[in-house]
């Protein structure tokens, strides 16, 4: 069993990622704490395709929040896939922004990244309103490459 995590977060709040890579199952668990939004705690529960020893896929099977209540995932035209790619420990020396370089904090150094597939096609909040936001915002956290280590 393999555990990971990322955070980034600043004064106003934090969001972190964890991944438990578990042969051919994974859970990722994104929490989000941030002024003036509600939080957020979801587990996506996964299968598991290593492809290599250094990439892999987890397709999204369920949620569940923080309590262990079961969660509906968004509809998505094929499965919902997250991609990582696992490589030597990196420096992540550069903020991206002025808010992070001034008063940020991030996972560094990092060993893993992972995004949820490019051609994952999910349905919006407005389309499929049975999801919980929380599962909208998580997957919106993964949206664009986390850094885990």
Same mark, same amino acid.
């Given at each position: 069993m393999? *555990?990971? +995590?990322?955070? /980034?977060?600043?004064?106003?709040g934090? *969001?972190?990622v964890a991944?438990v890579?578990?042969?051919?199952? +994974?859970?990722l668990a994104? *929490?989000?704490?941030?002024?003036?939004?509600d939080?957020v705690?979801v #587990?996506f529960v996964?299968r598991h395709?290593a492809? &290599?020893?250094y990439?892999?896929v987890? /397709?999204?099977e &369920?949620? %569940?929040?923080?309590?262990?209540?079961?969660?509906?995932l968004?509809? &998505? =035209?094929? &499965?919902i896939? #997250?991609e990582y790619?696992?490589?030597?420990?990196?420096? +992540?020396?550069?903020?991206?922004c002025?808010?992070?370089? *001034?008063?940020?904090?991030?996972? =560094?150094p990092?060993?893993?990244?992972?995004w949820l597939h %490019?051609?994952? +096609?999910l349905?919006s909040?407005?389309?499929?309103p049975?999801?919980p936001p929380?599962?909208?915002?998580?997957l919106?956290? /993964?949206?664009?490459?986390?850094?885990?280590s």
């Amino acid at each position: 069993m393999t *555990t990971l +995590a990322g955070f /980034i977060g600043t004064k106003h709040g934090e *969001t972190q990622v964890a991944l438990v890579l578990d042969g051919d199952r +994974a859970e990722l668990a994104v *929490t989000a704490d941030w002024m003036g939004q509600d939080d957020v705690h979801v #587990v996506f529960v996964c299968r598991h395709d290593a492809v &290599s020893d250094y990439s892999g896929v987890l /397709i999204l099977e &369920s949620a %569940r929040d923080e309590g262990g209540a079961q969660l509906k995932l968004p509809q &998505s =035209d094929g &499965s919902i896939v #997250v991609e990582y790619l696992r490589l030597p420990a990196q420096p +992540a020396k550069y903020a991206g922004c002025n808010e992070m370089a *001034t008063e940020g904090r991030w996972t =560094d150094p990092f060993s893993l990244v992972l995004w949820l597939h %490019r051609e994952t +096609a999910l349905a919006s909040a407005d389309e499929d309103p049975g999801v919980p936001p929380a599962v909208h915002v998580a997957l919106d956290w /993964i949206h664009h490459p986390f850094k885990l280590s």
